[in-house]
């Protein structure tokens, strides 16, 4: 399908992605036929010249942004052309706007607004006055004005009746002239973001001690060039903003001296050309510039440099955001392993969800180990019986509240396992339960789980998504997944946008069984919608089992199209035809049939035998539609069928005795997960229910611009305890293992800890109870194990 692309954008793209236009153009054009940025990436190589998913999304981003800015040129022209004023140079200028901002910098002076003082000054015939001064100041300005003076005010409510309103309306004239001139405006704007200053005060009227305010004492008295502002900070102070508890505003590199011009309005004479000569009108020039710049100017451009600011610090945010849910959704999953989901609760005791191989719920339970019940010994007695009964080989503990301790008795729970020769002792894993609230009360668990209450529900979640991640996770909004910076403080459409397409690129990236995926997973694949995904359900639960990759045109709306954006996502294990476990597509299957019958050996035995793959040329199987960039990756596939691109699974081991942040010293050595990452650094769960902050500079012992060039969430590090602020509950790690502690970290550290109550398994040493031992004796009485 053609594209309606000017090849003005498409030299653009080009250059902005240091790439062919013809790249580009056939890129284009796929998007423009409704292919999907995970298809063109894996099966069109050939036409777009190898162009990788992250190159794509990004020509995507631009083509939007570069065809609504042609949009808005063609309104602009339009515009000014039925009000008579476009002339050719001003069309040439217009048409050479390369922004957004230059476009509306050059259509201000012909935009329809309000009546302006400048606009009624004009109507009374003052712009003469207003260009005589401006182009002889040696006039005097009192004698000038004279004749200009009206006898009465006008019907409008204008009033010229005096020299001084005379002169205070030519002066508007001219203010209204330069705040409106690009010429002038664009030079202004681009020097104060290189040289202007962000301020950020307190506002007098809120108190310092009040908690809420005090999460930004930061910023009480705070300074920055306002474009070295990095990300984090300036959505901290925009949000302080926002709460009316920070006042922002530009400051000039340097405060003018009382009576004095500021450096603003030396810069603006400057780029009018005028300079005080001591001439009869300078005087009056002098405060026309003062003003333009004090009433026109200065809040405008503070405006646009703020809408800059925000809007730079929201795209790294999305960005950051972005990458952060990739590696969450990218993390290695635990497999197809027999799952007890804790979800931790006081109160409300801890919800328990034993979970299959397949995430079918086969039991559910709560248990009461704190207060107020206290019941240890049942709690424990209850989960050893799921164990037993089940054969349960990992435990989820979800990361939020009574997390810690209910990490200490699931630890007692595996101590007490293991003294009984032939018990399965599962392996305990803390997972963030982030978002696991949200699906519980969502309508797609009351579909999956209609049996179970709210509660218990994410107690399954949490088990699943230790067991696949990505399955579990695209069920949520990815903004409730927990990794983001200040995602609720940058444009929720562009995030979405953002954090839909990862979700997209990541799902494909990885496939997906369509003989066991639910409807999110289904409608994250390349081509399909929600509508489909839930048509091929229906489907699978009317036929059976989907057993070739062709019956899924036999899909209510899944046509022939749809199936070529997603048949190669899709995989069918088990099925009649092996190569439908893999990532080839079934279009390139007759190529497969060539390599089969060049090595003379059937499918079944080629598949995995990467001794037979690797010794055939790729351009020898190419063909005019299939070159050898495809031929490369379908011998790929065939050396490592329906591989996953996950890395293995491993978990963070906690160091016992190290519970809360009252046990950490500094100079402890830990291992931990990394659960966020932003620009300034990785926070890490060492275990003690209180994440710690490696800043950017601790990371490594070169410089680190960024830090997830070093770690990424969901990474398992090393770090080193510098410093514990038990009041503020922070802590401050390095993974600088050989970073030294000053003896007054030590001190502080061993000043703040405090002693506390034992929980529920510390310091417990009791042999097993009777309760506990009564389920092992039954169990294995009956041999469930």
């Known amino acids: 399908m053609p594209s309606t692309v000017s090849t003005t954008i498409v030299a653009r793209l080009a250059d902005e992605l240091g790439v062919r236009a013809a790249q580009v153009q056939a890129a284009v054009d796929l998007l423009d036929g409704g292919a999907t940025v995970p298809f063109i990436a894996r099966y069109r190589k050939e036409a777009t010249g190898g162009l990788d998913d992250t190159q794509l999304r990004q020509l995507e981003q631009r083509l939007a942004y570069l065809r609504e800015l042609e949009e808005r040129r063609a309104t602009i022209l339009r515009s000014i052309e039925e009000q008579g004023k476009l002339t050719p140079a001003l069309r040439a200028v217009i048409e050479a706007a390369a922004t957004k901002q230059d476009l509306e910098d050059l259509y201000l002076p012909y935009k329809p607004k309000r009546r302006t003082k400048g606009q009624i000054a004009r109507e009374a015939g003052l712009e003469p006055l207003a260009d005589a001064l401006w182009a002889d100041p040696t006039l005097d300005p009192h004698a000038a004005a004279q004749a200009y003076v009206k006898p009465a005010a006008g019907e409008d409510g204008s009033d010229f009746t005096t020299v001084t309103a005379v ?38 009227s809120r108190d310092a001690a009040d908690p809420e305010v005090a999460k930004f004492r930061d910023y009480f008295e705070h300074d920055e060039p306002i474009a070295r502002v990095p990300s984090h900070r300036a959505l901290a102070m925009f949000r302080g903003r926002a709460l009316d508890i920070l006042e922002l505003r530009l400051a000039q590199p340097q405060e003018p001296l009382p009576g004095q011009p500021s450096l603003a309005e030396g810069r603006l004479a400057q780029l009018l050309g005028w300079s ?3 001439r009869a009108a300078d005087d009056w020039l002098r405060r026309c510039v003062a003003w333009t710049w004090r009433v026109k100017l200065s809040l405008t451009i503070e405006r646009d440099l703020f809408a800059r600011l ?34 931790p609760g006081i109160r409300t005791g801890v919800k328990v969800a034993v979970v299959d191989a397949t995430g079918k719920v086969v039991e559910t339970a709560t248990v009461y180990p704190f207060e107020p019940r206290r019941d240890v010994d049942g709690a424990l007695a209850t989960l050893a019986a799921l164990v037993l009964r089940h054969g349960v080989e990992l435990i989820a503990i979800g990361n939020g509240t009574a997390s810690r301790e209910t990490d200490r008795l699931v630890a007692e729970l595996l101590q007490r396992l293991r003294a009984h020769p032939g018990a399965p002792v599962p392996q305990k894993v803390v997972v963030s339960e982030a978002g696991a609230s949200v699906y519980s009360a969502s309508e797609l668990a009351a579909q999956e789980l209609p049996e179970l209450d709210v509660s218990l529900r994410g107690a399954v979640s949490i088990a699943r998504r230790l067991q696949d991640p990505l399955a579990e996770l695209v069920k949520i909004d990815p903004k409730s997944i927990g990794v983001g910076q200040y995602q609720h403080d940058v444009n929720p459409s562009a995030l979405a946008r953002t954090l839909d397409a990862v979700v997209e690129d990541c799902v494909n990236a990885v496939g997906v069984d369509v003989n066991t995926a639910s409807v999110p997973l289904l409608a994250r694949v390349a081509g399909l919608s929600s509508a489909t995904a839930r048509a091929v359900v229906r489907w699978r639960d009317t036929h059976g089992l989907f057993r070739r990759r062709q019956q899924l045109l036999e899909v209510s709306g899944l046509g022939p199209k749809t199936f070529e954006q997603c048949a190669g996502f ?51 199987f190419a063909d005019e539609r299939f070159g050898a960039p495809t031929v490369r990756d379908i011998l790929l596939e065939l050396e490592k069928p329906g591989r996953d691109p996950r890395p293995e699974f491993r978990a963070a081991r906690f160091e016992d005795g190290v519970h809360d942040i009252t046990d950490l010293m500094p100079g402890m050595v830990l291992e931990g997960v990394v659960t966020n990452v932003a620009q300034f650094g990785a926070f890490v769960d060492i275990g003690v229910h209180q994440d710690g902050l490696v800043h950017v500079s601790q990371l490594a012992a070169r410089y680190v611009a960024d830090a997830r060039e070093v770690v990424k969430a969901g990474a398992i590090v090393r770090v080193k305890v510098l410093e514990v602020d038990v009041a503020r509950r922070r802590i401050a790690l390095s993974m600088r293992l050989d970073a030294d502690i000053t003896p007054s970290d030590r001190s502080a550290a061993a000043t703040g800890a405090r002693r506390r109550e034992p929980g529920p398994g510390r310091g417990r040493t009791e042999p097993t109870t009777t309760a506990m031992a009564q389920a092992f004796a039954r169990l294995q009485q009956t041999g469930r194990r």
Do not use: C, K
């Open 167 to 204: 002169l205070d309306g030519a002066r508007d004239i001219l203010a209204e002239r330069w705040a409106e001139d690009p010429a002038i405006v664009q030079p202004l704007r681009e020097w104060l973001w290189a040289e202007g200053v962000l301020r950020s005060r307190r506002v007098e």
């Open 276 to 278: 005080h000569q001591g």
């Open 310 to 343: 925000r809007e730079a610090a929201e795209a790294v945010a999305i960005q950051v955001f972005g990458a952060n849910v990739r590696d969450v959704l990218m993390a290695a999953p635990a497999g197809p392993r027999t799952t007890m989901g804790l979800d």
């Open 570 to 620: 899709l995989r069918i294990r088990g099925g009649d035809n092996p190569l439908d476990m893999t990532g080839v597509h079934p279009e390139s299957y007759p190529v497969v049939e060539r390599i089969l019958t060049a090595i003379g050996q059937p499918i079944e035995a080629v598949m995995g035998r990467a001794e037979l793959l690797r010794g055939l040329r790729p351009e020898a």
